[in-house]
């Protein structure tokens, strides 16, 4: 079983192509921490921005808030999930490195600027790291999604 957790993502658009992506590569759950913007408004109607972007995969595929995502990510550790962290670290490794452990795996996703925090990091089994080559610093996060979880989960 696969799973995304998005650590305080600031841009409805970001969380709803993420859905679309993790629909295409099978993701079953989506856990929204922090600040990151769910399917739903606060009166709990449905976001249209956001639909515009899932196009449908927000009814596809699981999600659940959870406030904190330190505490998301010790449950699931508990849960015997392996933490894979998107970021760029000290301690990160090439994404194309890391291998499909034969449990279940978790993706950390962190905000677009401040990225992952260093106590949720520091939770993680293991921080992977796409290459630049250019001249800029990352990847939207979409993207970085995108390409770690069709490498890693082999779809």
């Not at 992506?21 to 769910?38: D, M, Q, R, S």
């Not at 505490?71 to 499909?100: F, R, T, W």
């Not at 089994?125 to 993207?143: F, H, Q, R, W």
Request: hydrophobic fraction near 45%.
């Amino acid at each position: 079983m696969a799973v995304a957790v998005l650590d305080n993502l600031r841009s409805v658009y970001n969380v709803g192509s993420i859905f679309r992506t993790a629909n295409a590569v099978g993701i079953e759950k989506i856990y929204l921490c922090g600040t990151t913007p769910t399917p739903l408004d606060k009166k709990g109607e449905r976001r249209k921005d956001f639909a515009k972007v899932a196009l449908g995969a927000e009814d596809t595929v699981a999600w659940e808030y959870i406030e904190s995502t330190f505490e998301c990510v010790k449950k699931l550790k508990k849960e015997n999930h392996y933490i894979i962290a998107l970021e760029q670290d000290e301690k990160s490794v090439d994404y194309k490195k890391v291998e499909m452990p034969a449990r279940g795996i978790a993706f950390l996703i962190g905000n677009e600027v401040d990225g992952i925090t260093k106590d949720v990091l520091a939770e993680s089994d293991v921080i992977a790291e796409i290459p630049m080559l250019g001249t800029k610093e990352s990847l939207n996060v979409t993207i970085a999604f995108g390409i770690a979880v069709y490498r890693i989960l082999g779809a």
